[in-house]
């Protein structure tokens, strides 16, 4: 279910799935890489019905 | 009758109809009240008509059809104790209490504590959906985004444009209401609101789609653009506000060592006896070790093994909030300190004092000249330093953490570090010196010591040293032009006698001769007073006690000393460090001085110092 870029308060939306991302890379992350990841996550929530 | 008994005994109600339909109806209230003997009062017995048509007619031996339109007729005509309900004609129910009566009770919705909690007739106003929303999660996975009634939403500071316009973002963190109409108005120019709590902000634009957010400095990124062009064009101000929200996520969900970040969940702890390990084998090796010997030596971990990346983190990131432990390292090299181990650089001052003394470094960016005379850039392209040392650095074996140090030496890696341990090898002579780097804070300067003993060894004041970056990070070379020897009487600082004489020298390295302190060139050095710290931290008080110590008397009706920038420079930085920049800025601006070019009068006033003793001890 997309969700509506509005609702998206960066730094916790999706931060469940950043730390799952963390954490199945096992090992640290430099800030880039959380961003980078990051992005994708948001693009993903928001994005999803589009793509489909 | 006991009030015992009475509250297993029906009522008894009046009967209405023909005596039949009166038998009828008793009949079947004492049947119902039977079955509902064990009942509460008030609440209803029910039963179908079907069910009591067909208990009357086996009791009565008659047709049960014929007793049903007989029985629906008598209990409507007790209808001030039965009450009826019908889905339709088949299927009809009887409802009464042991009370005699039943009465559907109303449920009173108009107002209720649900609705004035949710929807409060006089709301207060929303500045911040934080109080609201609230931002505390529980540690199980939420489900995502966080909803957000439309209650709420339409109540948001900036409302629904009537008129078909955008829609607003949710405020979410306190703005001035100017800085808001700013941010709809310019968005790209927008004030950053500084905390993450801000990262939706309220700022309207007509960019506002349902795939545009706004982040916490008010820039809108539009994710429907590619993942590559999001993170080349926004990604700085994005990772900015992510090292946001993860430091001030209150569960901590994700934690930080330098530039790495990893779930805290699982990052594995140490034990008291793994600390007590850690400390011992660093007190043992007797400085300060990287992270990497620690896990050899104490862990036997290898880079081979699959959790090491994950271990290393967690060791650092643990030793990091261990008051026992210091981190001294730079990026690329984290060292470790623990308490106990031998402090680095000089004793014979404090680093209280010495923070005061490079004060002046921090405190106003023209007073530091260290890069007239080579850029920021070139420093950091050929990764090497050269610099004259003053008498004060050679007596104490330190050097100023000043602009061109900062483009050479390696910036702190965590925000709130104070120190780095610094290996400083001095070719030459084949010796390694621990050289302790104090980085600057708000009120107090920064530098380096530990040089003492290379400088007192090899070098004198005055001479020309080079500073060099290895392939190691926490590693560099100090080297020096070395010459056949010279002699000469120089300037040396006796403790004991706590003033300054002249000693024969000889000395092997490249010099400027200007910046030597010999007695050739400032024969009224011998017998000055070493000032108290107190005293040297006030350069308009050192300044004027070198001027009167080293300066000409100048004739006329005030008594004044005068002395150029050269001996002037040369004179103070005997007492504490000073930059030719930051002496002419404050002596220019004291009253006691008179600047004229590069020269230096001064006027002392008469509650003023002092003049110096006059010592009688010949050299």
Redesign the interface.
């Known amino acids: 279910m997309p969700i509506d870029a509005r609702t998206i308060r960066v730094g916790e939306t999706g931060l469940e799935r950043l730390i799952q991302w963390l954490r199945a890379t096992n090992q640290p992350q430099t800030l880039e890489a959380i961003t980078a990841k990051y992005i994708e996550i948001l693009r993903s929530l928001v994005l999803e019905e589009e793509e489909r | 009758m006991t009030d015992q008994q009475s509250l297993y005994t029906a009522a008894q109600p009046t009967w209405n109809g023909s005596d039949e339909q009166q038998q009828l109806a008793e009949r079947i209230y004492q049947l119902m009240v039977m079955q509902g003997a064990f009942f509460p009062q008030n609440v209803p017995i029910r039963q179908s008509l079907e069910n009591l048509a067909a208990f009357i007619a086996e009791q009565d031996k008659r047709d049960a059809a014929a007793v049903r339109d007989q029985l629906d007729a008598a209990l409507q005509a007790n209808d001030h104790v039965f009450q009826r309900s019908a889905e339709d004609d088949e299927r009809v129910i009887y409802a009464t209490t042991r009370m005699g009566f039943y009465t559907e009770p109303h449920i009173d919705t108009v107002h209720t504590f649900k609705q004035r909690l949710y929807e409060p007739e006089n709301p207060l106003p929303i500045d911040d959906l934080d109080v609201i929303i609230t931002?505390t999660r529980p540690a199980l996975?939420?489900v995502?985004?966080?909803y957000?009634s439309d209650y709420w939403q339409q109540r948001a500071p900036v409302a629904p444009d009537e008129e078909g316009g955008s829609?607003?973002?949710?405020a979410?963190t306190p703005v001035e209401h100017e800085a808001e109409e700013e941010v709809a108005a310019e968005p790209e120019v927008a004030e950053p609101v500084g905390t993450?709590q801000a990262?939706?902000t309220s700022s309207v634009t007509e960019e506002?789609?349902?795939?545009?957010?706004t982040?916490?400095s008010g820039v809108n990124v539009d994710?429907?653009q590619p993942?590559e062009t999001?993170?080349v064009e926004y990604?700085t101000a994005?990772?900015e506000?992510?090292?946001?929200?993860?430091a001030?996520?209150p569960l901590r969900?994700?934690v930080a060592?330098g530039?790495?970040?990893?779930?805290e969940d699982?990052v594995v702890s140490l034990s008291k006896g793994d600390l007590r390990r850690i400390r011992e084998y660093i007190l043992e090796q007797g400085e300060p070790m990287p992270d990497t010997s620690i896990l050899s030596d104490v862990y036997y971990k290898t880079p081979r093994d699959?959790d090491f990346?994950?271990f290393r983190?967690a060791l650092n990131y643990r030793l990091n909030r261990e008051k026992d432990f210091e981190f001294v390292g730079v990026p690329g090299m984290r060292l470790w300190s623990a308490k106990g181990l031998p402090a680095v650089g000089t004793k014979r001052l404090k680093t209280s004092e010495l923070g005061q003394f490079y004060a002046f470094l921090e405190e106003d960016a023209s007073y530091d000249d260290s890069l007239s005379e080579i850029s920021a850039d070139e420093i950091r392209s050929n990764r090497q330093l050269s610099r004259f040392l003053t008498f004060f650095e050679w007596e104490y074996g330190v050097l100023p953490y000043d602009a061109a140090m900062k483009a050479l030496l390696p910036p702190p890696l965590l925000s709130d570090q104070r120190t780095s341990i610094l290996r400083i090898e001095a070719p030459q002579h084949y010796t390694v010196y621990l050289v302790e780097l104090r980085y600057p804070t708000t009120n107090r300067g920064g530098w380096l010591h530990g040089l003492e003993d290379f400088f007192k060894e090899y070098l004198v004041p005055g001479a020309l040293i080079t500073l060099s970056a290895t392939d190691d990070p926490s590693v560099w070379t100090i080297q020096y032009g070395e010459t056949g020897g010279e002699d000469g009487k120089l300037l040396q600082q006796d403790d004991k006698k706590g003033r300054y004489s002249f000693a024969n020298h000889t000395f092997y390295c490249d010099v400027d001769s200007d910046l030597v302190p010999s007695q050739e060139r400032l024969p009224r050095l011998k017998n000055m007073k070493v000032l108290p710290p107190g005293e040297r931290r006030r350069i308009t008080s050192t300044a004027g006690y070198v001027l009167e110590q080293i300066g000409q008397s100048r004739p006329g009706d005030i008594n004044g000393f005068e002395l150029g920038l050269r001996d002037l420079f040369m004179g103070v930085n005997v007492q504490r460090p000073a930059t030719r920049a930051y002496l002419q800025a404050t002596l220019n601006e004291d009253e006691n001085f008179l600047v004229e070019d590069e020269t230096f009068i001064y006027f002392p006033p008469t509650e003023e110092l002092p003049p110096a003793e006059d010592d009688d001890t010949e050299e």
Request: without cysteine.
């Open positions: 931002r996975t939420t995502e985004p966080v957000i829609v607003p973002a949710l979410a993450i990262s939706v506002h789609n349902a795939t545009t957010i982040l916490p994710l429907a993942a999001i993170f990604g994005l990772a506000a992510i090292q946001q929200a993860i001030d996520d969900r994700i060592f530039d790495e970040y990893y779930p699982a699959h990346a994950t983190f």
